[in-house]
């Protein structure tokens, strides 16, 4: 007969040894305790984490033990479902034996591969931006290719834009004209004009 309160003693202390910082032993009766896994660091040193917490039911490990995410760090709810069948998977396959290692080894990969594709999701959002970007530039330098519609409608604006010009210019010159005084305007104006020849040959 399997003594199964021994087998489940034995692998508590020894996963108290493989994670010392992470294991917390929440409760004797039934056991229940956690273990807080931790990603590898991402990108700018970001990390993804949950904790675990499982319970032993009586006859673990030839039942599954209860298992549940108690917290999480940086996970979606995609992430926390694919954790969650992990386990279940896991759990099935490990019937019969000591588990608790392989199911936290099991999310730890898990851990570490939604980083990189975290990872790996930044650097095709940043490609993306930077290929629209360069996009962007190529349109403003090849601006709009030239058609003989599209020609034939900037010279229309063009020599409207011309004629506008000349006919202002036209115009001014008209006013200017108007204002030109004539000699004798400018004498009748200035009676210093008619002595003015006069005084600079004297000097």
């Given amino acids: 007969m399997t003594d199964y309160s021994e087998e489940q003693r ?6 108290e040894s493989i994670y010392p910082d992470s294991f917390t032993v929440l409760s004797e009766k039934p056991t229940t305790f956690t273990i807080t896994v931790t990603s ?27 298992y549940e995410i108690a917290s999480q760090e940086n996970l979606d ?20 034996m000591v588990m608790i290692f392989t199911l936290v080894s099991a999310v730890q990969e898990k851990l570490n591969e939604i980083v990189d594709q975290i990872k790996t999701r930044r650097e095709e ?4 931006k930077e290929r629209e970007a360069e996009e962007e530039e190529k349109q403003r330098f090849h601006g709009t290719p030239v058609t003989i519609e599209n020609f034939l409608n900037w010279k229309a604006k063009f020599d409207a834009e011309l004629l506008e010009i000349k006919r202002k210019k036209m115009k001014e010159e008209e006013q200017a ?7 004798k305007q400018l004498f009748e104006m200035d009676h210093n004009l008619d002595t003015s020849d006069i005084q600079f040959l004297e000097e």
């Fill in 77 to 96: 709810d995609n992430d926390v479902m694919d954790i969650i069948k992990l386990l279940e998977q896991q759990a099935e396959e490990n019937l019969g």
């Fill in 10 to 15: 034995n692998e508590l202390e020894a996963l």
């Fill in 125 to 128: 959002e940043k490609k993306q």
């Fill in 40 to 66: 590898e660091a991402g990108e700018n040193d970001e990390t993804v984490q949950t904790t675990l917490k499982f319970t032993y039911r009586e006859k673990y490990p030839d039942e599954t033990p209860l």
């Fill in 177 to 183: 004209g108007k204002n030109k005084l004539s000699g």
